[in-house]
Nanobody, 120 residues
């Protein structure tokens, strides 16, 4: 499966962005998707995940209540709605496909990333 992220950009603190992860292939509705991010000089970290049927979602604590992950299997797309953005959310955001988990090793396929920059 190939993944393409979009929707990143430069915004001010408090603003919102919606990232999209679009996948190729006919088995999208059987694939779990995770979002990760990597800030300059830091390790990549888990952000959110959604199961193939959207019954399960999981978030890192620092984004709970601000970010929402969802999916539209008819469009082969997973979304990450990010509200009340903070400068510390600045990072390259990646989506990944694989098992439902919070570690990088759970995922087999990765996109190229989309940059999110939040100014103070």
């Amino acid at each position: 499966v190939q993944l393409v992220e979009s929707g990143g950009g430069l915004v001010q603190a408090g603003a919102s962005l919606r990232l999209a992860c679009t996948a190729s292939g006919r088995t999208f509705n059987r694939i779990n998707i995770g979002w990760f991010r990597q800030a300059p000089g830091k390790e990549r970290e888990f952000v959110a995940a959604i199961s193939f049927n959207a019954y399960s979602t999981y978030y890192r604590n620092s984004v709970k209540g601000r970010f929402t992950i969802s999916r539209d299997n008819t469009k082969n797309t997973v979304y990450l709605q990010m509200n009340s953005l903070k400068p510390e959310d600045t990072a390259m955001y990646y989506c990944a496909a694989g098992a439902f988990g919070i570690t990088e090793s759970s995922y087999d396929h990765w996109g190229q990333g989309t940059q999110v920059t939040v100014s103070s």
